[in-house]
């Protein structure tokens, strides 16, 4: 089976990363205290303004990503999902990451990261923009998991099975109950019978 993963948000924390970034590069902010370890944060999906970020230092931080040649390399994996691909690598199951990722040698980096931190052997890393859902159409996977509501949102509308949304507290708004929303990626995998 062809089993298809975005990367940030379901097995990267990109987030916490990214939020050191702008914090490296800004002299004010207004993030929560305790903002590394708080499950709520952040509440939407672009949180910048909202925590003090001017567009200036937005700008700035997407300008660093885009020039490191260690920014993808160096974010902390989630491990329940590390630990399960572990696992999946050693399946039969066809096995993509597509992500929405941008810089030097982001795909490289991508592909290194999955080896170190989830086991992958020879990652199939596929590199997108934000609007995923021709390519996901185009691969049809059996089973797809993503953190973007709008993704698995228009994956849903256009009628493509096995598709999850991640909980994170970033898509809880205007979610629609008739997505297929789990808690973890292993509980996805089970409600498709891909794990036992």
């Known amino acids: 089976m062809r089993l298809a993963f975005d990367v940030d948000g379901v097995l990267a924390n990109f987030t916490k990363s990214y939020t050191k970034v702008l914090l490296s590069l800004s002299d004010s902010h207004s993030l929560p205290d305790g903002w590394?370890?708080?499950?709520?944060?952040?509440?939407?999906?672009?949180?910048?303004?909202?925590c003090g970020f001017s567009k200036k230092v937005q700008l700035a931080a997407k300008d660093y990503i885009a020039h490191s040649d260690s920014f993808w390399l160096s974010l902390p994996s989630f491990e329940d999902a590390s630990m399960l691909l572990r696992q999946l690598n050693r399946s039969d199951h066809e096995l993509l990451?597509?992500?929405?990722?941008f810089g030097v040698g982001c795909k490289h980096q991508t592909d290194v990261w999955l080896y170190d931190k989830c086991g992958?052997?020879?990652?199939?890393?596929?590199?997108?923009?934000?609007?995923?859902?021709?390519?996901?159409?185009?691969l049809a996977p059996d089973f797809y998991i993503d953190d973007k509501l709008e993704t698995v949102t228009q994956a849903?509308?256009?009628?493509?099975k096995g598709v999850y949304l991640l909980d994170r507290p970033w898509n809880r708004q205007g979610r629609s109950?008739?997505?297929s929303v789990v808690a973890t990626v292993e509980e996805a995998l089970r409600n498709e019978e891909l794990w036992l």
């Open 36 to 50: 590394e370890n708080d499950d709520t944060f952040p509440p939407v999906w672009h949180y910048e303004e909202l």
């Open 97 to 101: 990451f597509i992500t929405n990722r």
């Open 120 to 138: 992958i052997d020879f990652p199939t890393v596929i590199i997108t923009g934000a609007d995923k859902l021709p390519l996901l159409s185009a």
């Open 156 to 160: 849903h509308k256009a009628g493509l």
């Open 177 to 179: 109950d008739e997505l």
